[in-house]
């Protein structure tokens, strides 16, 4: 069994626990606890999200990790998170972080000379602060050795989905991805900006066609096929 790692930090993101349903379908397509789940923080006890929703963790000590996520807080890291961090990629197999969670990783000097992307919106900050870290900002995630890095929201599901491919294989991934109703995985080299979102529909109808167009692109679709509304 692999024992995942969630760190948070106080007014962590709610969304960060999206990619926690990955490893709990991996579970149950398995038929078997494959993955092992904690929630920890430096303290332990209860941590407040962003919206003051608190949950409980058990407090930093000697156990071994597979994967640690660090999901970062409103506030600067305590001490001990920098701490504790900087000894993770000792103690466990992989090390990562979801959206402005970068920002803890480079801080703790894990992204020095690698590869790392974090949300659209911070990557410019995340360069000019940390110019050792090689930022990619139009990303979805970067694997660079043993450290993980994805972009904002959403992005957290397709690294997940990614470390259940590594470990369990595609078909497992795939079927994970059809029980969370999402797209199979993004690849991590995907632009975190959308082409049909930038289209901004203004009706269901072309909503509509273009969802059909997107599902099928290995098809020779014409202006009177969506015109007709044949989807």
Not at 202 to 208: A, C, G, V
């Amino acid at each position: 069994m692999q024992r995942i790692g969630f760190v948070l930090s106080p007014g962590f993101r709610v969304m960060s626990f999206a990619a926690l349903s990955v490893f709990e379908f991996a579970n149950k397509e398995m038929g078997e606890p494959v993955y092992d789940v904690r929630l920890l923080s430096e303290t332990g006890g209860l941590i407040p999200s962003s919206i003051r929703v608190r949950v409980v963790t058990e407090p930093f000590d000697v156990t071994i990790f597979d994967t640690l996520f660090f999901c970062r807080g409103a506030e600067p890291p305590m001490p001990g998170l920098i701490k504790f961090l900087r000894q993770a990629p000792e103690r466990c197999r992989r090390v990562a972080a979801t959206c402005a969670s970068a920002f803890i990783l480079a801080e703790a000097g894990l992204l020095d000379g690698r590869r790392a992307t974090t949300h659209w919106n911070r990557a410019r900050d995340l360069r000019a602060r940390f110019p050792k870290v090689k930022v990619e900002e139009d990303c979805i995630f970067i694997v660079d050795g043993p450290i993980w890095t994805s972009a904002g929201m959403t992005a957290g599901i397709d690294l997940a989905l990614a470390m259940v491919e590594q470990d369990l294989g595609a078909d497992v991934a795939r079927a994970v991805a059809r029980q969370l109703v999402v797209y199979h995985r993004r690849a991590g080299g995907q632009s975190q900006f959308s082409a049909l979102l930038e289209l901004e529909p203004k009706s269901d109808r072309i909503q509509s066609a273009l969802v059909y167009a997107k599902r099928n692109l290995d098809k020779p679709l014409t202006v009177r096929q969506l015109a007709e509304g044949r989807i």
